[in-house]
């Protein structure tokens, strides 16, 4: 049976931990964000966030259910930190392409962390906040409902998907990234005409792109595609 969250306000009243810390939510995902980032994910358990808390693993219980209730308030937190101070200009690509751009760069770097929560769904508030503010800028340029839903699907997607694509690679261990990104250069660019021309002539400039993340150009394509359609407002 899942243990009973404590609300908030009472959590604040309760005494510091051993340490003199006064436990919260967002203390205790702000400490599994570093855990991740120094660990792995192997690295967050309820044992390890105690010791750095100082505090019985069992405290933690008071504020989320589970290890996975902690996952969605770390993925819905990296959604708020993307877009703390965000404000639409009025301009939907604009928009569109700040809002994109920041939560893809809060995820990668966050590279652990992106890799246990791109793929969820958290239903937490910084979440909501964004989905819609996403729908509200379409809808606001003047994009018919379904059309508004399509950009949506297509553009999240699109964000998050890049966001753990990226980030698996920052996750590697360096001598692993290293030994990736050299093959365009000692593999790629060696490649004779004769049986690879097509890779033989573009060698030089996958090198130079093919390290760096395609998700500014993705998001590009996706935004000309979606002016482009006939619904689609000036």
């Known amino acids: 049976m899942p243990k009973t969250v ?18 919260s939510e967002r203390l205790i995902v702000a400490t599994a964000l570093r855990l991740l980032r120094e ?11 105690g010791l750095a808390l100082d505090c019985d693993p069992s405290t933690l219980y008071r504020y989320f259910r589970g290890m996975d209730e902690l996952t969605l308030a770390i993925g819905d937190a990296l959604i708020g930190q993307a877009l703390a101070g ?18 893809h760069a809060e995820y990668v770097s966050h590279p652990q ?12 508030a910084q979440e909501l906040a964004a989905d819609e503010a996403i729908l509200d800028v379409l809808r606001t340029a003047g994009f018919p409902l379904a059309e508004t839903v399509r950009v949506y699907h297509a553009f999240i997607d699109q964000t998050l998907a890049f966001a753990a694509l990226d980030a698996a690679s920052l996750a590697l261990p360096r001598d692993a990234l290293r030994a990736d990104e050299a093959k365009w250069h000692s593999t790629y ?7 690879h ?21 993705a998001l590009e394509m996706l935004l000309e595609s979606a002016g482009r359609h006939p619904d689609a407002p000036p």
């Open 86 to 103: 965000w404000a639409p200009t009025g301009e939907w690509r604009a928009d569109l392409r700040t809002i994109g751009l920041r939560i």
């Open 39 to 49: 660990h792995g994910s192997a690295g967050l358990t309820a044992r390890r966030l």
């Open 197 to 217: 021309p097509r890779i033989a002539e573009a060698a030089p400039l996958l090198a130079r792109r093919m390290v760096t993340s395609a998700y500014p150009t």
């Open 6 to 23: 404590v609300p908030e306000e009472k959590r604040r009243r309760r005494r510091p931990t051993r340490g003199g810390t006064v436990l």
């Open 113 to 124: 962390a992106a890799l246990l929560t791109a793929s969820r769904v958290t239903g937490r």
């Open 189 to 195: 660019a060696r490649l004779s005409p004769a049986t």
